[in-house]
């Protein structure tokens, strides 16, 4: 087993996992500190260390709100502790790996957590690697800057960096990646066989690597719950922001913290900048994001991806079927076309026409799968094959969650184990079904193939304009077929115009 490794900075010592078949090396430094004068800057190069650094702990997790203090689902689901280690000194990564011998080749996955850009960390227990990592996956998570740490804009720090003024979470990221292309070898990794995944904001992050200035780190991409698209309505934090816009917030929230220059503001304590941060956030709804820069980002994603430029890679992409609904609030049937007709314009008669639009719930009209839709229009313009999936399993607990948005990391990470609901046989089964197409999809680049059985899984058959495919992941097992109806191919075009006018 790979138990020690020479990194580029240093050797590492990893200890073996549950699965002692599995080498895990937690907080290996992939970046220098962002602290001091480095805070708001892009990542700089890690320093080399003496001896053997024992990588048994992840390192702390993002400046960020204290995790586990309130009683909403995801507390419930896995940010329990209160207690974490939180540090700006955060740029640390984690490897599992399966490799005896460090000329293995094995294919990589690189994790990216979500949560809004604000919140999130490696160490959830759900990001457990093992059971990817035994599948003859290496796999990786990275750990990146969120809020006003990863996603300032300022006058002074385009004045100051104009090559990255702004954007340092996703530059993190991209840190991470390139640490892995030098150093993953060592580890029984193949660094020219590297798919990138994450999950709500971790998957905006990936689809931001695919049209931004990651393009030629990786060959395949995996995004969960990360191509959102809105019929009704433009903001969502997932969607970067207008660059000019963020700077002026970002003005206000260094005034905010009393003081009147970058240099002044990365003197203070970095738990008094949370904290601000926070309630800056709070008061004035803004959330510190990613946002058009010019530089790593040169435009909306959707755009880029429409018009061809993106990384030309293999997909694999889809959502829960209850999260983030779109729908139209309206007072009654003749508010709702006075809105339908000014969102839509000359195509509000076609939006109209479908019975679907008139499906109301109080004061709720036009129920649409704004992910869904927007997966499938952006993989209609991808030359390589796309995988799209829809997760629709029934969810147990006294709360009755339905397939809320992030439940599925449970299964795509096989992890059910360490969750507290009351999962049983069906459940694990499709959870092991759900980590063998994924990283089926990892290796290859295709996620069919046999289960642990040895007998073969339903086919998986690419997402295209001719083929409208998919993998429906049910109570009962994966269920392939396409489900797009009229209205969701209007939708789905409606979203693509947007997007192109963005």
Same mark, same amino acid.
């Given at each position: 087993m790979l138990r020690k490794v020479m990194?580029?900075?240093?050797?590492?010592? &990893?200890?073996? $996992?549950?699965?002692?078949?599995?080498?895990?090396? +937690?907080?290996? #430094?992939? %970046?220098?500190?962002?602290? =001091?004068?480095?805070?708001?800057?892009?990542?700089?190069?890690?320093k080399n260390w003496e001896g053997v650094l024992d990588a048994y702990k992840f390192g702390p997790i993002s400046m960020q709100d204290v995790p586990g203090l309130s009683d909403d689902i995801y507390v419930r689901d896995w940010h329990v502790d209160p207690e974490i280690d939180m540090d700006e000194d955060c740029l640390y990564l984690n490897v599992w790996t399966n490799a005896k011998s460090a000329d293995e080749k094995l294919p990589v996955l690189i994790w990216f957590f979500g949560g809004g850009f604000q919140w999130?960390?490696?160490?959830?227990?759900?990001?457990?690697?093992?059971?990817?990592?035994?599948?003859?996956?290496?796999?990786?998570?990275?750990?990146?800057?969120? &809020?006003?740490? $990863?996603?300032?804009?300022?006058?002074?720090?385009? +004045?100051?960096? #104009?090559? %990255?003024?702004?954007?340092? =979470?996703?530059?993190d990221q991209q840190a991470g990646i390139k640490w892995v292309k030098r150093n993953i070898a060592a580890f029984g990794g193949d660094p020219d066989n590297i798919t990138i995944m994450g999950q709500s904001a971790g998957g905006g992050s990936v689809f931001s690597h695919l049209t931004g200035s990651s393009q030629g780190l990786f060959q395949k991409a995996v995004i969960m719950s990360g191509i959102i698209g809105f019929p009704y309505f433009n903001d969502f934090i997932i969607v970067p922001r207008d660059f000019e816009a963020v700077q002026k917030k970002g003005d206000e929230f260094i005034k905010s913290l009393g003081v009147?220059?970058?240099?002044?503001?990365?003197?203070?304590?970095?738990?008094f900048v949370r904290d601000k941060a926070s309630e800056f956030r709070n008061k004035n709804n803004f959330f510190f994001c990613p946002s058009i820069d010019g530089c790593f980002l040169k435009e909306n994603q959707t755009k880029a991806f429409l018009e061809g430029r993106h990384a030309h890679v293999p997909m694999m992409?889809?959502?829960?079927?209850?999260?983030?609904?779109?729908?139209?609030?309206?007072?009654?049937?003749?508010?709702?076309?006075?809105?339908?007709?000014?969102i839509f314009g000359d195509k509000a008669d076609e939006f109209l026409s479908f019975k679907e639009a008139h499906v109301k719930n109080g004061n709720q009209y036009a129920f649409a799968?704004?992910?869904?839709?927007?997966?499938?229009?952006?993989?209609?313009?991808?030359?390589?094959?796309?995988?799209?999936?829809?997760?629709?399993?029934?969810?147990?607990?006294?709360?009755?969650?339905?397939?809320?948005?992030?439940?599925?990391?449970?299964?795509?990470?096989?992890?059910l184990g360490l969750c507290w609901r009351p999962f049983v046989?069906?459940?694990?089964?499709?959870?092991?079904?759900?980590?063998?197409?994924?990283?089926?999809?990892?290796?290859?680049?295709?996620?069919?193939?046999?289960?642990?059985?040895g007998t073969p899984m339903p086919t998986w058959a690419p997402y295209t304009a001719e083929n409208k495919a998919g993998m429906e992941f049910t109570s009962n097992g994966p269920v392939p077929g396409a489900r797009d109806s009229e209205f969701d191919e209007f939708i789905k075009e409606w979203l693509n115009k947007k997007g192109l006018e963005m």
């Open positions: 990194t580029e900075n240093g050797e590492v010592r &990893g200890l073996a $996992g549950n699965n002692t078949r599995i080498t895990v090396f +937690k907080g290996i #430094p992939f %970046a220098a500190p962002p602290v =001091g004068e480095l805070r708001w800057k892009a990542p700089q190069p890690a999130g960390y490696p160490p959830e227990m759900e990001f457990n690697g093992e059971n990817i990592a035994k599948r003859g996956v290496v796999f990786v998570s990275v750990n990146y800057r969120l &809020g006003a740490f $990863g996603f300032l804009a300022h006058e002074e720090l385009s +004045k100051e960096s #104009p090559e %990255a003024p702004t954007n340092f =979470g996703l530059l009147n220059t970058i240099e002044e503001a990365r003197k203070l304590d970095a738990s992409s889809g959502n829960t079927s209850d999260e983030f609904k779109s729908f139209i609030v309206a007072e009654n049937d003749e508010d709702f076309e006075k809105k339908a007709r000014e799968n704004g992910i869904e839709c927007a997966v499938k229009g952006v993989f209609e313009h991808n030359d390589k094959d796309c995988y799209y999936y829809l997760f629709n399993p029934d969810i147990p607990g006294w709360d009755n969650p339905g397939t809320f948005h992030s439940v599925d990391l449970w299964f795509f990470f096989e992890t046989g069906r459940h694990f089964d499709l959870a092991r079904q759900i980590c063998n197409y994924l990283t089926n999809f990892v290796k290859t680049g295709d996620p069919n193939g046999n289960d642990a059985d």
